[in-house]
Each structure stands twice: as structure tokens, then as C-alpha cells.
């Protein structure tokens, strides 16, 4: 199975990356500026603070074995599009990934610790691990198909493709929503509003509900937030 690693690496990467709205062109000075940037980077810090140990006894508390040892990194490419995302490094340390379009783009310290508390549970639900087994079975079961067909090796390698895509995609959706629960329990017990911190979905594209779409409509992750929340201040 060691040749189907490239392509499920490739169908996680794009399976866990949350797509965020770009920063509309600045027109500030360059004081007015810095001091901005200075106010996301401070907030950023402040953030990760409270969120992260928050984060790690959440993880503790639900697992077994797995890295609790969250490791926060930030990509300085100022040209990328806003984004975040969670990965492990090679020896299963989680990694939670931000990017500076990422942190200058949210509007308060709500959303900035919702969407790393959706990072978090991303990890501590191990849905890296489920979609590269959902991708491994995927490959194999199109590549099978493809073969017993009496398709051509290059016909193969395409289904082995295509079927690495559909299988990381196949429980996207569920596992997006799923982040968003524990996401938002791990923003309340931060002491954020996870209500507040989710308004960012009104401001990117609704996804709807296309077919083999790797984000549930906004609608629907809105809907688990609020009812989250209402449980946990019942309690």
C-alpha cells in the first residue's frame, strides 16, 4: 500500500483545511498598519494561552495514547489565503497550523479560538486517521474495479486516484460537524463565546450540500453550535 500515501496525504490535506474568507485589500497607512498587526499577533498570543491547555485536558480526558502535546505554528506567507488547519508531525505530535491571512482576518478573539478549538477536536477525535483509512479503502476498492474491468495500468492508477478522493471525503461532512461539537465545548470552557466566535461562517461561502463537498452547509454547522452551547449553560 506504500504507493497510495502521496495521494491520501493529498485527499487529508484538503479534507481538514477550513476554508475562510480573504482579507479585503488594506487601504491603511503603514503606522495604522502595524498597529493592527500588532493588535492580531497580541490577540493570537492570547488566544493560544487560554485555548491550548484547554485543548490538551479535553484531549486527555476523551482518549487514550493519543499526543495531547498540541504544537500551535504559524505560517508568515502573507500572500496565502486565510486558513487553518490540524496535522501531526512524523512523530504523531498534533499540529495546529494558522496562517498570517488567517489571523489578521478574524474579527475578534471568539473566532479565533472557535476555529482552534475546531482544529483541536479535529485531533483528539483522530479524524486524520479515519480519513486515511476511508481514502486507503477507497483506492483499493476503485483500483479493484478498474482491474477486474480488464482496464489498462494507467486507467487503474486513475480509479486508484479517484477512489483515494471519494473515500477521504466519504465521512468529511460528519466529521466537520463533529468538530464543531467538541470545537464548540473546547471555545466555552476557554472562557469564549463559541456563538460569537462561529459568525465567521456567515461570511464565507456557503457550501450547500454538494455532492462529495468536504464542508457541511453553514446552516448546519450554525445549528449544532447553538445547541451545543444551550447545553453546556444548561448544565
Do not use: W
Request: charged letters at 20%.
Amino acid at each position: 500500500m506504500t504507493r497510495l500515501l502521496p495521494l491520501i496525504a493529498l485527499a487529508l490535506l484538503s479534507a481538514c483545511a477550513a476554508p475562510l474568507p480573504a482579507p479585503a485589500p488594506s487601504t491603511l497607512g503603514g503606522s495604522e498598519a502595524q498597529q493592527r498587526a500588532n493588535r492580531a499577533a497580541r490577540q493570537f498570543v492570547q488566544v493560544v494561552q487560554t485555548v491550548e491547555p484547554v485543548a490538551e485536558r479535553e484531549c486527555r480526558e476523551r482518549t487514550r495514547g493519543l499526543n495531547c502535546d498540541f504544537q500551535i505554528v504559524i505560517d508568515d506567507r502573507a500572500e496565502l489565503a486565510p486558513n487553518a488547519f490540524q496535522t501531526v508531525d512524523r512523530f504523531g505530535r498534533p499540529i495546529l497550523a494558522f496562517n498570517i491571512g488567517m489571523i489578521n482576518s478574524v474579527r475578534n478573539a471568539d473566532e479565533l479560538a472557535f476555529v482552534m478549538g475546531h482544529e483541536a477536536a479535529h485531533h483528539i477525535l483522530d479524524h486524520l486517521a479515519k480519513t486515511k483509512q476511508s481514502a486507503t479503502i477507497g483506492a483499493v476498492v476503485f483500483a479493484g474495479i478498474a482491474a477486474i474491468s480488464g482496464a489498462e495500468a494507467e486507467a487503474v492508477r486513475n480509479a486508484e486516484q479517484l477512489g483515494a478522493a471519494v473515500g477521504a471525503r466519504t465521512y468529511s461532512k460528519e466529521f466537520e460537524l463533529e468538530a464543531d461539537q467538541l470545537g464548540t465545548i473546547i471555545t466555552y470552557r476557554a472562557g469564549f463565546d463559541p456563538l460569537r466566535g462561529a459568525e465567521f461562517f456567515a461570511r464565507i461561502p456557503d457550501p450547500g450540500n454538494r455532492f462529495l463537498g468536504s464542508h457541511p452547509p453553514n446552516a448546519a454547522r450554525l445549528k449544532i453550535v447553538a445547541e451545543t452551547e444551550k447545553a453546556l449553560r444548561q448544565r
